[in-house]
């Protein structure tokens, strides 16, 4: 046993212009003498909300979900009706998936007078990965998804669409030459039979056109993914090599400068001890100037240089 679902099978979505939110509403009770939990999840997270998306059921009492579709994407399916018709709600691969497992009253119990709203999440949600863990029975009730549209509130807009307009117009001209199963004005030659199979066929390109589409959007990421890996790659190499020049140009450069200094050391020790020689070269020879002097004029040439004779004898 587990919860009853309503609906159980399909769940439809009625599309509207107009600021009113589109939602659909799920029924889970519980007719068992048991306690449930219960989950919902979907194949379109971000088109769909529910409220709540979890819970509990106690025995004799129901639960209320609400499921509103987003109206960016109520816009888009509206969008595609007006330009192509019933047929662009016809394949709806949308799904909706009901989960619920028997609990305990305690857990029950406990969880219900948590109080806040988060308190009950987390519990839940530790609750569901036990049970997976643990691969408790779980019951799976799975829904299809179906998109109508309130062709009263898109009168306006259909008669304004030439897209749309087109279509119905071959629809109409379709059923009138299923009724009167003979080619006149109102068919234009078009038999029931082939313009079934011209949509079929229609739609089998469409659908390769689809699918090569994802598998070209595929190939340009994978591309994408090697082209930067390949960027990377050269510029460590440009780095690397770069790194390596520098350093080859580094060695030469110092070993020339210390050498370069030495030999300015040298040259400048060279010219300090020639600079000395010259000095004392000087130095000598004004004093011999002034020695020679000295005795032409009859002077003593020892005292001169600071000798202790006396007068020179004539």
């Known amino acids: 046993m587990s919860l009853t679902i309503t609906p159980d099978k399909q769940i439809s979505f009625t599309l509207s212009r107009g600021d009113q939110?589109?939602?659909?509403?799920?029924?889970?009770?519980?007719?068992?003498?048991?306690?449930?939990?219960?989950?919902?999840?979907?194949?379109?997270?971000?088109?769909?909300?529910?409220?709540?998306n979890q819970g509990l059921v106690k025995p004799g009492e129901s639960e209320e979900v609400t499921i509103i579709l987003v109206d960016k994407d109520k816009q888009i399916l509206l969008t595609d009706f007006e330009q192509i018709g019933p047929g662009a709600l016809e394949?709806?691969?949308?799904?909706?998936?009901?989960?619920?497992?028997?609990?305990?009253?305690d857990f029950y119990t406990s969880t219900k007078s948590s109080g806040s709203a988060k308190d009950l999440a987390e519990s839940l949600t530790s609750m569901w990965q036990k049970i997976s863990s643990e691969k408790t029975v779980v019951s799976n009730t799975k829904l299809q998804v179906k998109h109508e549209v309130n062709?009263?509130?898109?009168?306006?807009?259909?008669?304004?669409?030439?897209?749309?307009?087109?279509?119905?117009?071959?629809?109409?001209?379709?059923?009138?030459?299923?009724?009167?199963?003979?080619?006149?004005?109102?068919?234009?030659?078009?038999?029931?039979?082939?313009?079934?199979?011209?949509?079929?066929?229609?739609?089998?390109?469409?659908?390769?056109?689809?699918?090569?589409?994802?598998?070209?959007?595929?190939?340009?990421?994978?591309?994408n993914n090697a082209l930067e890996q390949a960027k990377r790659d050269l510029n460590r190499e440009m780095a690397a090599r770069m790194s390596a020049e520098d350093s080859a140009v580094r060695a030469p450069t110092g070993g020339r400068a210390k050498q370069g200094a030495q030999t300015s050391i040298g040259e400048e020790r060279k010219v300090r001890k020639k600079g000395f020689t010259f000095f004392q070269i000087m130095l000598v020879a004004a004093l011999m100037f002034f020695a020679g002097k000295y005795v032409g004029a009859g002077g003593n040439v020892k005292a001169v240089f600071g000798g202790a004779g006396g007068p020179a004898e004539l």
């Open 91 to 105: 394949s709806s691969k949308d799904k909706f998936l009901i989960q619920s497992s028997k609990v305990t009253e």
């Open 21 to 52: 939110a589109t939602k659909s509403m799920l029924t889970l009770t519980n007719n068992t003498q048991d306690y449930f939990a219960f989950k919902v999840k979907t194949t379109q997270p971000r088109r769909y909300l529910v409220r709540p």
């Open 151 to 223: 062709s009263s509130s898109l009168s306006q807009t259909n008669n304004s669409s030439a897209g749309y307009g087109a279509v119905q117009q071959s629809a109409d001209r379709i059923r009138e030459g299923m009724r009167s199963n003979e080619t006149g004005p109102g068919s234009e030659g078009l038999l029931p039979d082939s313009a079934f199979k011209t949509d079929a066929n229609l739609r089998k390109k469409y659908d390769e056109l689809v699918a090569f589409s994802v598998n070209l959007t595929a190939e340009r990421d994978v591309l």
